[in-house]
């Protein structure tokens, strides 16, 4: 069975700051993909940046970046240049590839940007 | 082109009752997962449906939880005689089947905050 660990379970960091959040999982698939999403106070679902296991480079969103340690499984974020409206609840996910698999996340980091 | 939809946003319930959620995916999406989300968790996979089948309800519990997607109209998530450990957010989320990819976005929908008196 597949894991997802987030250990932080709360970070901050001051506007225009960069801050990192962690992620680490488990499994035995070669073929899968990692996701960072983003819950804002509204709750809504959002897809921060996603990162293929067979690619080699690390994603980039603009502001978003990702440190994919393939053998460590690890996955990091980084956010860049931090805005206000970043403050949210960040959680890290897992799904198989190779069907219409389901998403396995992690408990998540709740990030406060402050002025 | 509208997003995933939910309904109703906030629902209350007695112990006892029953509840129902609904979920209308994106236009031309055959798929559709529900998702629950403790308070202070991550969300847990429950159940994943395409057009009058379930695929995977491997994440939803066996007693009082049952999903359907007909061929006309939303998903149902629906809880029978509800207990207060109930209390959560649902959530549903939409994709594509594209036949030779391996992976489709999953778009998720607002939510229903389920609370059980």
């Known amino acids: 069975a597949q894991t997802v660990t987030q250990s932080q379970p709360e970070m901050s960091v001051q506007e225009a700051e960069t801050v990192t959040l962690s992620c680490t999982y488990d499994t035995s698939e070669s073929n899968y993909y990692l996701f960072w999403y983003k819950q804002p106070p509204s709750r809504q679902m959002i897809l921060v940046i996603r990162?293929?296991?067979?690619?080699?480079q690390n994603a980039t969103e603009n502001r978003f970046s990702v440190n994919f340690q393939k053998a460590a499984k690890s996955f990091s974020l980084k956010i860049s240049d931090s805005q206000l409206g970043d403050t949210a609840m960040y959680f890290c996910?897992?799904?198989?590839?190779?069907?219409?698999?389901?998403?396995?996340f992690g408990k998540g980091t709740k990030l406060s940007v402050k002025p | 082109n509208a997003g995933v939809m939910q309904n109703p946003r906030h629902l209350v319930r007695r112990r006892g009752q029953e509840a129902r959620l609904r979920c209308s995916p994106m236009k031309g999406h055959s798929h559709v997962y529900w998702y629950r989300q403790l308070p202070e968790e991550g969300l847990k996979f429950m159940v994943y449906l395409q057009k009058e089948n379930i695929i995977d309800e491997s994440g939803m519990p066996k007693e009082r939880f049952s999903a359907e997607f007909p061929k006309e109209g939303p998903s149902i998530l629906r809880i029978q005689q509800v207990v207060r450990g109930d209390s959560a957010a649902y959530f549903c989320a939409s994709s594509h089947q594209t036949s030779g990819h391996s992976y489709n976005e999953q778009f998720f929908g607002p939510g229903t905050r389920l609370t059980v008196l």
């Open positions: 996910a897992f799904m198989k590839g190779g069907s219409q698999g389901n998403l396995i």
């Open positions: 990162q293929e296991a067979y690619k080699q």
